[in-house]
């Protein structure tokens, strides 16, 4: 169905961040009908910029995605949707596809990648500065916070190591406990010998300059002077598409995905900071890796869409978790 017909596309993208537009990219090259659908505004939208992406770094991440955008409509063989989804339903060959709008199409294989939804600490103060001196990536935004005051807060005994990391960037850096109970003497330990202080107050608001963070003000009148604090929130998956048809999720929420990007529900796939390997402890949470899963679910949606034409035998397992002899 390499140009689409009136049974519907090879594959429908949900999602147009980088993950998406990436995925549709490489069907769109591989000549694969291919619907994408927006989801809404990418996690990112609140900063000033991507960083780490080779020949993009710097970019502002709305022009980013809207030069990908422009070239992926530029393939005759991708549609790109002017309505969200609303639901998605089915099986292989016969998935369907609801927009906002009421249209309704079918897709043989399906990419998630919707993304997932921080849910910020509700700390006075600290919206307005997210994805600008508040944020969560040492990666992403360290760099432009490098050798400044910085701060951390912890939510989790994980976030010890968001600290340790802060010591590669500047040499003051404090934990916030924010009336939260003591790390583990192990975990201070290793705070303190890598010159890391700790403040247990609870956090009254944060204090700023235009878009730029100055203090960190506690519920009992003391302040700390910051040019950045980092947090790690919690997040939920942005979309609903995942769990209602049923993909496998790991601990924390994220779709598990195997090495190829599939979800356990055959001809699923979730690309981005949606979905990762039960091997890798943490999200990519960067761009660029979110690329490159969008571009390997495409590669492999298309890999298996040829083999499901020809007849030939899958030469890997046929989903998460299944059996390589049985593929």
Known sequence: MANGDATGFDACVVGAGMAGLSAALLLGRARRATLVADAGTGRNAAARAVHGVIGHDGTPPERLRALAGQQVAGYPDVTMAGSPVTQVAGKPDAFEITLADGQCHRARRVVLATGIADELPPIDGLRPLWGRTVVHCPYCHGWELRDQPLAFLILRPADVFLGLKLTHLSSDVVGLLNGT???????????????????????????????????????????????????????????????????????????????????????????????????????????????????????????????????????????????????
Do not use: K, N
């Open 181 to 327: 109970p003591d790390p583990p003497p192990a975990q201070q330990e290793m705070l303190r010998e890598a010159g890391i202080t700790l403040r247990a107050e609870p956090i009254a608001r944060l204090a700023d300059d235009g878009d730029r963070l100055r203090q960190v003000i506690f519920t009992g009148g003391t302040y700390l002077d910051r040019a950045g604090l980092f947090v790690h929130p919690p997040a939920r998956q942005a979309a609903p598409f995942a769990a209602s048809l049923g993909c496998d999720m790991l601990p924390d929420g994220i779709v598990a995905v195997d090495d190829l990007g599939r979800t356990s529900v055959p001809g699923v796939y979730a690309a981005g900071d949606m979905g990762r390997r039960a091997a890798m402890p943490i999200p990519g949470q960067l761009v660029a890796v979110a690329a490159a899963a969008g571009t390997l679910a495409a590669v492999a949606a298309d890999q298996e869409l040829l083999l499901a034409d020809t007849g030939a035998p899958l030469p890997w397992p046929a989903s998460v978790g299944s059996d390589p002899e049985s593929g």
